[in-house]
């Protein structure tokens, strides 16, 4: 069996490893290697692909429209966007309106064909083409309606029948794309036929001229900047909608990594994320620069590693917890009740699982602690359970009369906050139902004054002038993860509520570390195993 200190060295090294080599695989995706041949040009520089744009071509760039998701010639397509005098240096963006057809009204797709051909010939007719097709519409359930739940007043006072049926029916709809980023490869990279990039072979189409092998110009489209506050719901009625096309030049590094950014986001959804769960996947690259990304992957990664070891330190904490001596039992149940509800609000807020499932955990765990805390054991007596509680010590009855006077300074200013939150909301602010007003409230009581049930266990530690009782390994971690979480704040999409509940978890890890400084550690207090050095025996002296 490996003790923890060896289990604890062992996981940051494959931690650090990982690092190293997601910066390599991160450094071969960037810095792509060139054809070794290519001082050989004059002689053909067998095995090297060469760029077609070298040649400085006049080119012409079209969208089209179409229902359908191959097309095989100039038939049932519309044009949208037609730039003749196509310069791949410069950037625009245009906007156009795009009829709808009455397939894609019905709940169809429409799909959008971007060619890049030589100027003054049609796409169809010009073996020397590119295209890349990309559907205008996607499948999303229309957020509910907010309502007054006094009044039963709405958002919008109109609503079309069919709208509410599709809602009532909680059915995906059909949802207008209304940005189209294009890209082109502007380098005059020479690739290494050898040792083609694979991730960049799926947008490339070659032509043999002459003796050497050159490829068309690579056109790209970004989908990472299809962001869902850019949908827009297609209804019945619904006969034209605005498109923007947007066009920017992009390196070869960046088109790569690109490439697999966007596998990456499918990959997700193929693993049962949805739209909404992807799209915030979706703002940590498109709302960053790269450099901003980079600093984002290293505190993930961080983040990773102290979550695992604070909650490896925390089950080991409370697996080996003898009595509850010095803990507030009281800021337990808060804490698991604090930490269900948020959980419950995400939920209801349809929040991206990147915030989900951590919260979810958590709210496990907790529940786990609660049931050590008080001592509970289950024990069935046929199909019915029965459940008993254990007995406290001397040390652990003065701990529960400190928690409870804590307890009862604190009800006199929090009742009355939560309460007059809750009605204030109920009057003032639209909800989807009942339930969601209730766990609002609970939410907004939690977040707002929920650090003052974190008081009554800073009360026990002033009265029993110890901390040694606490758990200041899972407490380093955790401290750790809450200065990286307000890097966080700022990147993934979240309620404010939950953004600013960040913050205030700062202050009381401050007052904590405070409180460890003034106490300082006395082999005489209890630990946090519920043991004392004094209590243990001592070694028998050796005999020679």
């Not at 980023?181 to 690739?191: G, I, P, S």
């Not at 925390?314 to 039992?329: C, E, L, R």
């Not at 205030?504 to 004392?532: A, H, I």
Request: positive net charge; charged residues 20%.
């Amino acid at each position: 069996m490996l003790s923890r200190s060896s289990f604890t060295s062992l996981v940051v090294g494959v931690f650090a490893v990982y690092v190293a080599h997601t910066c390599w695989v991160m450094y071969g995706i960037v810095c792509t290697r060139p054809c070794p041949a290519i001082e050989e040009r004059a002689g053909g520089a067998a095995g090297c692909i060469w760029p077609y744009l070298a040649r400085r071509p006049k080119l012409q760039l079209s969208v089209y429209t179409t229902t359908r998701s191959n097309i095989g010639a100039e038939t049932n397509i519309d044009l949208i966007l037609n730039v003749e005098d196509f310069d791949i240096e410069s950037r625009f963006e245009r906007t156009v309106n795009v009829s709808v057809p009455k397939k894609t009204r019905n709940n169809g797709t429409l799909y959008a064909y971007i060619f890049l051909h030589h100027a003054g010939i049609l796409p169809w007719h010009d073996g020397k083409q590119v295209h890349i097709v990309s559907p205008l519409t996607t499948y999303m359930v229309p957020k509910p309606e907010e309502v007054n739940l006094l009044t039963g007043e709405s958002t919008t006072q109109q609503i079309e029948a069919e709208k509410k049926q599709t809602n009532a029916l909680d059915e995906p709809v059909s949802h207008w794309r209304s940005r189209l980023t294009l890209n082109v490869m502007v380098e005059d990279f020479v690739f290494d036929g050898s040792s083609l990039p694979a991730d960049v072979h799926g947008y490339m189409k070659m032509v043999q001229l002459g003796k050497t092998v050159h490829y068309l110009p690579i056109l790209f489209i970004d989908q990472l900047s299809n962001r869902v506050k850019d949908l827009m719901i297609i209804n019945r009625s619904t006969t034209e909608l605005p498109l923007t096309v947007s066009y920017d030049k992009i390196s070869l590094g960046k088109l790569r990594f690109w490439i697999h950014m966007q596998d990456a986001v499918f990959s997700l959804q193929q693993f049962g994320f949805s739209e909404k769960d992807a799209d915030e996947v979706k703002g940590i690259f498109v709302d960053t620069n790269l450099y901003f990304l980079a600093l984002t992957f290293f505190v993930a990664a961080f983040h990773l590693l102290f979550d695992f070891l604070a909650f490896k330190n925390d089950i080991s904490f409370w697996k080996k917890k003898k009595n509850m001596t010095g803990m507030s039992t009281k800021a337990v149940l808060w804490r698991c009740f604090s930490t269900v509800v948020i959980f419950l609000f995400l939920l209801d807020e349809q929040t991206s699982l990147l915030v989900l499932i951590p919260a979810g955990v958590g709210a496990v765990i907790e529940l786990w602690k609660v049931k050590k805390a008080l001592k509970m054991t289950v024990k069935w007596r046929g199909m019915r359970p029965s459940i008993q509680f254990g007995a406290y010590n001397e040390s652990e009855k003065r701990t529960e009369e400190y928690d409870t006077q804590a307890m009862k300074y604190l009800s006199y200013l929090l009742y009355p906050l939560c309460i007059g939150g809750a009605i204030y909301s109920l009057m003032n602010v639209k909800y989807k139902s009942w339930y969601s007003w209730l766990i609002n409230s609970f939410v907004n009581g939690v977040y707002a004054f929920g650090f003052l049930f974190m008081l009554p266990q800073l009360f026990v530690n002033y009265k029993m002038k110890s901390v040694a009782h606490l758990p200041w390994k899972a407490f380093t971690y955790k401290a750790f993860n809450t200065f990286i979480d307000d890097i966080f704040a700022f990147i993934i999409t979240m309620p404010t509520s939950h953004r600013l509940a960040c913050f205030r978890d700062d202050v009381v890890f401050l007052v904590y570390l405070y409180q460890r400084w003034l106490y300082p550690v006395d082999k005489s207090r209890v630990n946090e195993y519920g043991e004392s050095y004094e209590e243990k025996p001592k070694r028998k002296p050796h005999r020679e």
